[in-house]
Structures are given as C-alpha cells and as structure tokens.
C-alpha cells in the first residue's frame, strides 16, 4: 500500500502559478526512488486526465495542453513529487491527483483542488 498526500491547490488568477506537492511519508526513501508517478486532474463532468508523468530515471511527458508551462519534478530524498504550474489558464480548473505505479498497482492521494478564475 502506498499512502499519498496532496497539498498546494487553491484559488489562482489567470496567469497565475501553483506548485502541486505529493508527500509518500509512508514510502521507504530507496522504494519512492524507483516509483513511476504522475499527476492527473478531473474537472466537473469531464474524464481524469493525464496531465504530466515522471519515470524512475526522471523521464517526464505532458500532455499538449500543459506541455510548456508545467514541470512535474521529484525530491527522492523527501519523498515528495511536484508539479509547478505557470500561465494558468481557466481551463486548468480540476481536481490534481497524484499517481504512483507500483507493483502491478496503481495507488491515488485524496486530489487537491485547483481553480483559476479571476
């Protein structure tokens, strides 16, 4: 079981940024390095969607609509995953989760809300 905390959402204006954490306080440090993580977002009536992923070797991929002013990051040593958010856009609005793949699992923390409004 991998036990994942989000935090860092909140209400942002147009053109704002956000840095996303996901905290793995549970995670043996050597374990979380070898983690396939990523982050993932639902807005209202919509699918959850891939927005930025991260490798065990630190290979990253965003999605289009992200690609250039996200950058999804990992502190191995913390145990924590980031995901900086510049040029917020009122389609950003949704709900961020962190995903970890391990184990033939995939494990979800709880999201944390992003809403970019004015």
């Known amino acids: 079981q991998v036990y994942l905390v989000e935090s860092g959402g909140g209400l942002v204006q147009p053109g704002g940024s956000l ?4 905290k793995a306080p549970r995670a043996i ?12 977002r639902q807005a209202p009536g919509k699918q959850r969607e ?5 490798s065990a070797n630190r290979n990253t991929d965003y999605s289009d ?4 002013r996200c950058t999804i990051s990992k502190d191995n040593s913390r145990k924590i995953l980031y995901l900086q958010m510049n040029n917020l856009k009122p ?3 949704a709900v961020y989760y962190c995903k970890v793949a391990w184990g033939g699992s995939d494990y979800w923390g709880q999201g944390t809300q992003v809403t970019v409004s004015s």
């Open 50 to 54: 891939l927005v930025a992923s991260i």
């Open 19 to 22: 840095r996303l954490s996901c």
């Open 91 to 93: 389609e950003d609005t």
């Open 65 to 68: 609509s992200v690609k250039g």
């Open 29 to 40: 440090t050597s374990v979380f390095s070898q983690y396939v993580m990523g982050w993932y």
